[in-house]
């Protein structure tokens, strides 16, 4: 019986371990935001090129943590969109200019996290290929290595 128990155990356990390797690509939902200074941004004005979508907010400590990766990311010449989630935009632009932001920022919207699968924590950071397909996802603190070799390959 013990021994029944332990194989059974094993082949949960290599189940979920092979689920966790196949990351499925899904097309990422279209959105139409403004910028911080009242212009439309679309998905399809990142047509063709890779890019991260970060949803995040400027009360997140952890979004605040990260701001000096993605403005690295930006200064290598990779393409970052944030969405914030905040509600007053001339809010968000003063964080962003006290903390030298150089990366896209887009007022969100209560459809957007829904669209996006109903993003309920931040940071959440979508990594979205050249064709447009979500290929990657990641919720809180940034994995850089995830996102260098994501970069790389693109």
């Not at 690509?25 to 439309?40: D, M």
């Not at 393409?79 to 003063?94: C, P």
């Not at 995830?146 to 970069?151: A, L, T, W």
Request: hydrophobic share 40%; net charge positive; with cysteine.
């Amino acid at each position: 019986m013990k021994k029944r128990l332990s194989v059974l155990a094993m082949a949960i356990l290599f189940l979920l371990a092979c689920g966790g390797q196949k990351q499925e690509r899904t097309q990422a939902p279209y959105f139409s935001l403004q910028n911080l200074e009242g212009q439309k941004v679309t998905k399809e004005d990142f047509k063709g090129k890779p890019f991260i979508l970060v949803f995040w907010a400027t009360w997140c400590p952890t979004c605040r943590k990260e701001i000096p990766i993605l403005n690295r990311l930006v200064q290598e010449g990779h393409t970052v969109v944030a969405v914030a989630l905040d509600k007053d935009r001339d809010k968000v632009a003063q964080f962003v200019k006290e903390h030298g932001i150089k990366y896209t920022v887009l007022m969100g919207n209560y459809q957007v996290t829904i669209d996006y699968g109903n993003v309920r924590f931040l940071p959440t950071i979508f990594l979205i290929d050249s064709q447009g397909y979500i290929v990657g996802k990641m919720v809180g603190e940034i994995n850089e290595k995830k996102v260098e070799e994501f970069f790389k390959g693109s």
